[in-house]
């Protein structure tokens, strides 16, 4: 039986997170648009509420809040939730805001065609299941493992992309190593460039006004010529106004060019511009402060990079949660008696908490960043769409990971609700897409810095 407390609890908590939900588009994703579609507002902040009520879930879990029929009531009732929104909510309204902001469809045929590409996702969604062995054949069509399975196929993928781009470019970021060593001298140099092919591009520009007053003033003086002289004044003008045309020609060639290498310039000068600012930031105590997280990121990601290797190779997949098997090491090595259980569950706490803040707030950043970089006003509400489509998708994968950062005894219930799924797949194959994006992460900002190199070399 559902007990008020814990309604009154649940309903609280959905209603806080929904309000964030609802101020972040608000504020961050359309703070430079105006919101016309109250429809997606509302889809985008119930998809944030419900996925951050099911992070609140596992805190309950661990924390022992909330009767135990009632957390199993709830977390039935969020995932049935999440997954009629990302299965059928939003796959048939996004082909419909799509086609209505970049046709002239009406409401009917737009309708229709939305119902056609919502069957074909249906399929295609139903097919990307087949070639991973995430369940057992005995689970009917219409059940929680069919759905959650292939959800979680899809955001497992894109939290290891991720999370591999993160680990590589985290300590790219941070460490004072990567800054390239810019002076004012650079600069200044710099932009002297930048002035002489602007100065010479203003010339070129000037020459061919020259040359188009004189090509008109020899035409007009054709044109005005006497009888007599015409024939004589046509054998003279003709080859001096072709002359003009090809030096014309040349001067608009050589403008292109100039044009080309001038921007060429200027981004390099933003970039030293840039690598000046880095490179006084790292003196300051921030900057020194971020490069030592910066050798942090780079212990965690080579550490990552050894283990996701280890864990593929070896087929190794971990059965006993990080924290406790943290804390038998400890007292097998150093001799310490500990309650293990009161331990486990107190630190298990914390690092669940700090997983959950870390995954949304590393989320909403990149989701504002990726907006802010291709939305427009035709454009936002379909982004929106998709982004709350890759939200829950994202979050629903990211419970069903950190199920392996629960200790046993807490994640019964999270285990029933989930469904006879083979987590350990999910957890090998988060480990191969991890160990692929960190490994084309460091070749891609290695051939970015290369040049830099080269040319400071040089």
């Not at 981004?267 to 020194?288: C, H, M, P, V």
Request: charged share 15%; glycine share 6%.
């Amino acid at each position: 039986m559902v007990h008020v407390g814990d309604a009154v609890t649940m309903l609280g908590s959905g209603l806080a997170f929904f309000s964030l939900g609802w101020l972040f588009f608000v504020k961050q994703l359309f703070r430079n648009y105006e919101v016309h579609n109250r429809s997606v507002q509302l889809l985008f902040a119930l998809t944030f509420a419900i996925s951050c009520t099911l992070f609140v879930l596992i805190i309950f879990e661990i924390a022992d809040v909330l009767q135990a029929d009632s957390r199993m009531t709830y977390w039935r009732l969020n995932l049935y939730i999440i997954l009629f929104i990302l299965i059928v909510i939003v796959p048939l309204y996004l082909p419909y805001c799509c086609l209505r902001s970049f046709t002239q469809m009406s409401r009917s045929k737009a309708l229709a065609s939305s119902l056609i590409i919502f069957t074909t996702f249906i399929y295609f969604f139903w097919k990307a299941g087949d070639p991973f062995p995430i369940l057992s054949s005995q689970h009917g069509i219409f059940t929680i493992e069919q759905a959650i399975s292939r959800i979680g196929v899809i955001g497992v993928t894109v939290m290891a992309f991720l999370s591999g781009f993160g680990a590589v470019n985290g300590p790219y970021q941070c460490l004072t190593y990567f800054v390239s060593s810019v002076t004012m001298e650079d600069i200044y140099k710099m932009e002297r460039k930048v002035h002489q092919v602007n100065d010479a591009i203003v010339r070129k520009l000037f020459q061919i006004e020259d040359f188009s007053n004189q090509l008109e003033s020899s035409l007009n003086a054709a044109t005005g010529a006497t009888p007599l002289y015409k024939r004589a004044f046509s054998r003279w003008s003709e080859p001096s106004s072709g002359g003009i045309q090809q030096k014309i020609k040349g001067l608009e060639l050589e403008i292109t060019q100039n044009e080309e290498l001038q921007r060429h310039l200027f981004y390099e000068l933003i970039e030293l511009r840039q690598n000046k600012e880095r490179a006084d930031y790292s003196k300051t105590f921030l900057g020194k402060y971020f490069n030592m997280l910066g050798y942090f990121f780079a212990i965690y990601c080579v550490w990552k990079i050894f283990i996701c290797t280890i864990n593929i190779i070896f087929d190794r997949v971990g059965k006993v949660d990080p924290v406790t098997r943290s804390i038998e090491i400890l007292i097998h090595w150093c001799g310490l008696s500990f309650d293990v259980r009161f331990w486990s569950q107190h630190v298990s706490f914390l690092l669940v908490g700090i997983i959950v803040v870390t995954s949304v707030r590393g989320l909403l950043i990149t989701l504002s960043k990726w907006f802010h970089a291709i939305a427009s006003i035709k454009s936002s509400n379909v982004l929106v769409l998709f982004f709350a489509q890759l939200m829950g998708m994202y979050f629903v994968s990211t419970v069903l990971l950190m199920r392996m950062n629960v200790p046993s005894q807490y994640r019964e219930i999270i285990t029933i609700v989930l469904g006879d799924l083979k987590f350990s797949f999910y957890h090998r194959w988060f480990d191969v897409i991890f160990l692929i994006s960190a490994l084309c992460s460091i070749a891609v900002l290695y051939l970015i810095r290369r040049p830099a190199r080269e040319k400071s070399d040089f």
